[in-house]
């Protein structure tokens, strides 16, 4: 039996990055922290104490893909962004698709477009889920 991973997940976005801890022999993840990027540019400092804090053997990337599987203008950021945690950390960097996942995420905490009670609160929750989901889809796939 192959020996049990953790991996890190990440929900990427220009305002804000989610991110989820996974685990490789439950297959099963937990929402994280989500961190505030300043026009795309992420904190790194915060990145580097959560790879310190749970030492991931991987990092999983959300790819955000339009429906008919063309690619739009945040997929060459999250893929670039994949590209830098991977020289920055060299560990092994996947990719998953993240279609739906805020979507999702955003339905699983009861938040619509609409309401204003705090939103911004759920709005970071949001995004932390959304990594969750994407590390489950990524688990999915193996």
Avoid at 2 to 7: G, L, R, S, Y
Avoid at 15 to 27: K, Y
Avoid at 72 to 100: C, I, K, M, S
Wanted: hydrophobic share 40%.
């Amino acid at each position: 039996m192959p020996e049990p991973q953790t991996v890190l997940g990440f929900d990427y976005g220009l305002r804000r990055i989610g991110t989820a801890v996974g685990q490789t022999l439950t297959a099963t993840a937990t929402p994280g922290v989500t961190l505030i990027a300043n026009q795309g540019k992420p904190d790194w400092q915060a990145i580097s104490q959560l790879i310190d804090d749970w030492q991931p053997t991987a990092l999983i990337v959300g790819l955000p893909l339009n429906m008919d599987d063309s690619e739009q203008q945040l997929t060459a950021a999250a893929r670039r962004f994949g590209n830098q945690l991977h020289g920055r950390y060299q560990l092994p960097v996947y990719f998953a698709d993240e279609r739906l996942t805020s979507k999702e995420a955003a339905c699983q905490l009861g938040f619509t477009p609409h309401s204003t009670k705090k939103r911004k609160l759920k709005r970071a929750n949001v995004d932390s889920l959304a990594a969750k989901l994407i590390i489950e889809t990524w688990f999915d796939t193996l």
